[in-house]
């Protein structure tokens, strides 16, 4: 069971560019929504997070957008840059308990110049 | 930020024999770690939850016996691979949260394990 929800799989964008990323989700103990990236042969490392009393966080280039309701949150990545090119995944955490984080499918970003 | 180190980062196996993995905390106490294993082009499996002083807590499907976790201290847990097998060949990365807020999981950069 998929309960963490990613899309698209793979994303092209040229430099300069937005780079939208989705991610749905189902179970309503969730309350802590992470972003990671992780480049080949390396960890996942915590990009921005949001919890779901937010509609929207924004660090630097970075914008994740919630939407409660729909269970659906996204991240939004400004003014893409090459560096960027790496494979980004969302996930939830469950409240309570050991907080066991569940990620997404990922979604592999490519930025071109 | 809080830095979270594994080791080895690769380690090369003959089919039968045993891997010990290491991930330690290094700049911060975690009562809690995780391990998570991750095929090529895939998301990150979740293992087991280490707890420091108890035992670690399984996910389905994953072998407790093959798949020894042993977390000895605040820094400190050890993913053992018992007499491993070429199909269990994988990037296997550990997790610490920062104790006591538990706010953010850190991650380690991962060791590669390739059995023969």
């Known amino acids: 069971q998929q309960q963490v929800k990613q899309s698209p799989q793979s994303l092209i964008v040229q430099k300069g560019g937005i780079s939208i990323i989705n991610c749905a989700y189902e179970?309503?103990?969730?309350?802590?929504f992470p972003w990671y990236q992780q480049f080949p042969g390396k960890g996942p490392a915590l990009l921005i997070a949001i919890r779901p009393d937010v509609s929207e966080k924004k660090e630097g280039r970075f914008t994740i957008s919630f939407n409660k309701s729909a269970k659906q949150f996204s991240l939004h990545i400004m003014d893409s840059q090459p560096g960027d090119s790496a494979t980004y995944f969302c996930a939830a955490r469950r409240s309570g308990g050991y907080q066991k984080v569940t990620f997404g499918t990922g979604t592999k970003l490519q930025v071109i110049p | 930020g809080a830095v979270v180190s594994q080791h080895p980062s690769r380690v090369i196996c003959k089919s039968g024999t045993s891997v010990k993995i290491e991930c330690r905390s290094l700049d911060f106490q975690a009562t809690t770690m995780f391990w998570y294993r991750q095929f090529p082009k895939k998301s990150l499996m979740l293992m087991a939850t280490?707890?420091?002083?108890?035992?670690?807590?399984?996910e389905q499907g994953v072998e407790k016996d093959k798949f020894l976790i042993n977390h000895a201290s605040l820094t400190l847990s050890t993913l053992t691979v018992t007499s491993a097998h070429p199909e269990d060949s994988s990037f296997y990365i550990c997790?610490?949260?920062?104790?006591?807020?538990?706010?953010?999981?850190?991650f380690g950069p991962g060791t590669r394990l390739l059995v023969l």
């Open positions: 280490s707890n420091e002083g108890s035992k670690a807590t399984y």
């Open positions: 997790s610490a949260r920062d104790f006591p807020t538990g706010e953010t999981q850190y």
């Open positions: 179970n309503t103990a969730f309350d802590y």
